[in-house]
């Protein structure tokens, strides 16, 4: 199973694919532009250097909050609009909980 991992809920953006559990690509950019003029570019990016179309991509992730409510709203409608042209689901991926996961198995 491809996703693709839509996260704009910070100054940050990254967007990233995993397949079967396995991070094939991350793009994070830390830049002085808004998120509208940064996720598309990014996610094309990604799946150009992947080698890969958009159409095998299985479902889209994308940050749900909390977090910059403008930054939100460009992620949901990105991941939106993608779902809808793709035909694929959408998983809503709670910030707080993204984060804490990188702390599975931590003895910190």
Same mark, same amino acid.
């Given at each position: 199973?491809? *996703? *693709? ?8 953006? &990254? ?18 532009? =808004?998120?509208?003029?940064? *996720? *598309? ?6 799946? =150009? ?13 994308? &940050? ?5 409510? =403008? ?23 709670? =910030? ?13």
């Amino acid at each position: 199973m491809k *996703l *693709l991992g839509i996260d704009s809920s910070s100054l940050v953006a &990254s967007v990233a694919v995993v397949t079967d559990d396995v991070l094939t690509a991350e793009y994070t950019v830390d830049f002085k532009k =808004t998120h509208s003029q940064t *996720l *598309l570019p990014m996610i094309d990016e990604v799946v =150009t250097m992947l080698g890969m179309d958009l159409h095998e991509i299985d479902a889209i992730a994308v &940050s749900g909050g909390p977090g910059s409510f =403008t930054g939100l709203r460009i992620g949901s409608a990105t991941a939106k609009g993608l779902g809808l042209a793709l035909e694929k689901p959408l998983i809503h991926v709670p =910030t707080v909980d993204a984060m804490a996961y990188n702390l599975w198995g931590s003895d910190a």
